[in-house]
């Protein structure tokens, strides 16, 4: 079974589905970075210094509370980008947003961005777009950690993050998977040896091997899907904005 995204690994989608004259006009400000894993794109209640749209490798955002507790909120990778709070211009988030997987990208200041979105109303309406599919994201996230079982959240996230690496092999550990799911680390270990057992992946230590897609599938039920649906909607792969319109 085929990936959510279908354009290839190596280029941002978010750019390369901005119409010729949009590419034109933001291309020359971008610049290219190597993100390594734990890399921090930003800081909660810190102005934003960069905005990072990857070329791969996987980011994460990340919620906390005073006590320590995290959980994760989004997640993207070179269909997207970070710094969503520069598109809406409120400066900073109260999130944290790290590489989880390391990559490849471009960055651009979030000063410069916004200068592009005035002088070109459909890149912002480009980068709304992708606003709107995160909320989507982020509300399906909250649906599924308040509704799904263990094992649904685990097969989803583990396809979301598969969706944005090449090949089925991902570094992960239980601890991480913890943080990103905010259950006990003991919790996914059941979670892990379940799809195990049912023949959906291999878990190897620090690795887990998805061996069946389609069974990931099946098992993460309605709490996959719908996000990639609509990110698909409104931002498409290899369409310009003036083909979608």
């Known amino acids: ?17 901005l119409s010729a004259s949009d590419r034109a006009l933001v291309e020359p400000h971008l610049r290219p970075v190597k993100m390594h894993i734990g890399m921090t794109l930003e800081a909660p209640e810190t102005p934003i210094e ?28 070179y269909e997207g980008m970070s710094g969503t709070a520069a598109i809406l211009q409120t400066g900073y988030t109260s999130n944290e947003t790290f590489m989880q997987v390391a990559g490849e990208g471009l960055v651009i200041e979030p000063d410069r961005l916004q200068d592009l979105m005035e002088q070109s109303p459909s890149f912002h309406r480009h ?39 090449s090949g089925n092999e991902m570094d992960l550990t239980h ?14 270990t059941v979670g892990t040896h379940m799809l ?32 990639e649906a609509e990110y698909a909607r409104l931002i498409g792969s290899g369409l310009t904005n003036s083909e979608r319109s």
């Open 1 to 17: 079974m085929p990936k959510a995204f279908s354009c290839p690994i190596g280029q941002s989608n978010l750019i390369s589905t």
């Open 196 to 227: 195990e057992g049912k023949g959906l992946i291999r878990a190897n230590r620090g690795q887990i091997i998805i061996l069946d897609r389609e069974g990931l599938e099946a098992e993460a039920q309605e709490s996959y899907g719908k996000p």
């Open 175 to 188: 601890e991480f998977l913890s943080i990103m799911l905010g259950v006990r680390r003991a919790g996914v």
């Open 50 to 77: 960069l905005v990072y749209f990857p070329k791969s490798g996987v980011g994460s955002t990340v919620a906390f509370s005073k006590n320590g507790r995290r959980i994760e909120t989004g997640l993207f990778g």
């Open 127 to 165: 980068l709304l777009r992708y606003v709107q599919a995160m909320m989507t994201q982020t509300s399906q996230t909250a649906l599924s950690n308040g509704q799904a079982k263990l094992e649904e959240r685990l097969a989803r996230w583990l396809l979301m993050c598969h969706d944005r690496i």
